[in-house]
């Protein structure tokens, strides 16, 4: 999501086209840096509008058929339709864009892996051993460290423990537990240390 406050009878087709590229390539770029091939990836656009002077924004689904300067031209009609959706009224008055936003998405896991064996426990995701600090426990603390990429649903794993993958750790206190859910999902559950 970008703010991107714009009286939309003013808005440049190219100013409008060079932001949604943008917005678009950095959504997918975490997506092609964990391997989804570029073919995979869906990308769903959405802007958030209003009339001139509101403070509710209301946000608009982009049709992904039409070019930018075929969505400028249908956003008035666009959001007329959205806006007497919710409100069941149309006021007629001058638009504002408030903010662009892209979901970009790829397929499950093991649609595109490279090989690698996914774990059905997590003892075959275990990478090895860190301390990490816990205060209740007085300082460091001996973790077990898992491989996410490997874990596969259904996979649980308690604390404390350290879930790694390229873009983020999880730390898992003393008590936690976390499960894969169905669609690779890590499920923290939090526990009171003892």
């Known amino acids: 999501m970008r703010a991107f406050p714009r009286a939309l009878a003013s808005l440049p087709v190219d100013e409008f086209s060079r932001a949604l590229e943008v917005i678009e390539e950095e959504a997918s770029s975490f997506l092609l840096a964990g391997g989804v091939p ?8 959405r802007i958030d509008m209003r009339y001139r002077g509101q403070g509710y924004d209301i946000e608009v689904p982009l049709p992904g058929d039409l070019t930018s300067a075929e969505l400028l031209k249908a956003l008035p009609d666009l959001f ?8 069941h009224t149309d006021l007629g008055e001058a638009l504002e864009v408030v903010s662009l936003k892209v979901e970009a998405s790829g397929p499950p896991p093991e649609q595109f892996a490279t090989g690698m064996a996914l774990a059905a426990d997590a003892g075959s995701a275990l990478k090895g051993s860190r301390l990490a600090y816990f205060p209740p426990r ?5 973790c077990p460290v898992y491989a996410r990429e490997r874990l596969a649903p259904g996979v649980t794993i308690d604390g404390p423990a350290l879930i790694e993958e390229a873009e983020s750790t999880c730390l898992l206190d003393i008590g936690d537990r976390a499960r894969v859910d169905e669609q690779y999902n890590l499920i923290g559950e939090i526990g009171v240390a003892a």
């Open 38 to 45: 570029p073919s995979s990836i869906r990308r769903a656009r």
């Open 80 to 87: 007329a339709e959205r806006y007497r959706h919710v409100f």
């Open 138 to 142: 007085g300082g460091l603390v001996d």
